[in-house]
C-alpha cells in the first residue's frame, strides 16, 4: 500500500479494536458503523467462515435504515443490491479470487460513489478495490465472542475519521484488553 505523507497534529485514520460477546453487540456496533457511513464509502470485510461479517453486515443496514432481517448472505449471488435513499451493496467474494474477480463483478457498478458498498472476503481481490477503505477484520475469540479490528486504509478527511473514533468509542463497553483470549 503506498503511504501518504498525514499533517501533523491531525488524526488521519484510525485503528480500533473492539471485542463483541453476543450477535447482539456485533449488530450494535454495526447499527453505529452503519449510522457512521456516506455515500460512496467501502467497506471491506475480512475474516473466517462465521466470523460474524453478515451478522455485521445486518447491524449496518439497521444503521442505515434497513430491517436487519432482510439481509441475505448473498454466498450464491455474489451481490445484491438493496434499494433505499443511499442504496446498499452487499458482495460476497468468498467464491472469487484474483484477477478473474475483475470478471465476475461489475465494479463500476459496485463502486458508485452513490452507493455505499459493504464486501465480504474483500481480501480476495483487495487490489481492485479503491484505496480508501474501511476495513473491518473480524476473529474468533471463542463461540461467542468475536474480535473486529476497525481501520481506515487510504485517505479520509479528518473529520470523518474523528466521527468514527466517537462512533467505535461508544460502540462496544468491553475494553480491549478484557478479553485476551488465543484465537481459535
Ligand atoms: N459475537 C458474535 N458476533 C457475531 N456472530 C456471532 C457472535 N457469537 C456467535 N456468533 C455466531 O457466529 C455466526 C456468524 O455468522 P455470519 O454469517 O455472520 O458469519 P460470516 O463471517 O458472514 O460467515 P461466512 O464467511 O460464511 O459468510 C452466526 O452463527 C452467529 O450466531
Ligand atoms: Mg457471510
Not at 443496514?61 to 442504496?87: C, H, N, Q, W
Not at 463483478?105 to 481492485?128: N, Q
Not at 478495490?129 to 476495513?135: A, F, G, K
Request: no cysteine; net charge neutral; hydrophobic share 40%.
Amino acid at each position: 500500500m503506498e503511504h501518504v505523507k498525514q499533517p501533523v497534529n491531525q488524526i488521519a485514520s484510525e485503528s480500533a479494536e473492539r471485542v463483541s460477546g453476543s450477535v447482539e453487540e456485533t449488530q450494535a456496533l454495526g447499527e453505529r458503523l452503519g449510522r457512521w457511513l456516506r455515500a460512496g464509502d467501502v467497506v471491506a470485510l475480512r475474516g473466517e467462515l462465521g466470523a460474524g461479517k453478515t451478522t455485521l453486515v445486518q447491524g449496518i443496514a439497521r444503521g442505515l435504515g434497513r430491517a436487519p432481517g432482510s439481509i441475505k448472505s448473498p454466498t450464491f449471488v455474489l451481490m445484491r443490491e438493496y434499494p433505499g435513499d443511499i442504496p446498499l451493496i452487499h458482495v460476497d467474494g468468498y467464491r472469487l479470487s484474483g484477477a478473474p474477480a475483475a470478471a465476475w463483478l461489475d465494479l463500476e457498478l459496485l463502486l458508485d460513489p452513490r452507493k455505499i458498498t459493504l464486501i465480504e472476503w474483500a481480501d480476495r481481490f483487495d487490489e481492485l478495490l479503491p484505496e480508501r477503505r474501511l476495513i473491518v477484520e473480524l476473529n474468533h475469540v471463542s463461540a461467542n465472542r468475536r474480535r473486529l479490528r476497525v481501520s481506515t486504509a487510504g485517505e479520509w478527511p479528518v473529520t470523518r475519521v474523528v466521527e468514527l473514533r466517537k462512533t467505535l468509542s461508544q460502540a462496544v463497553h468491553h475494553p480491549p484488553s478484557a478479553v485476551d483470549d488465543q484465537e481459535s
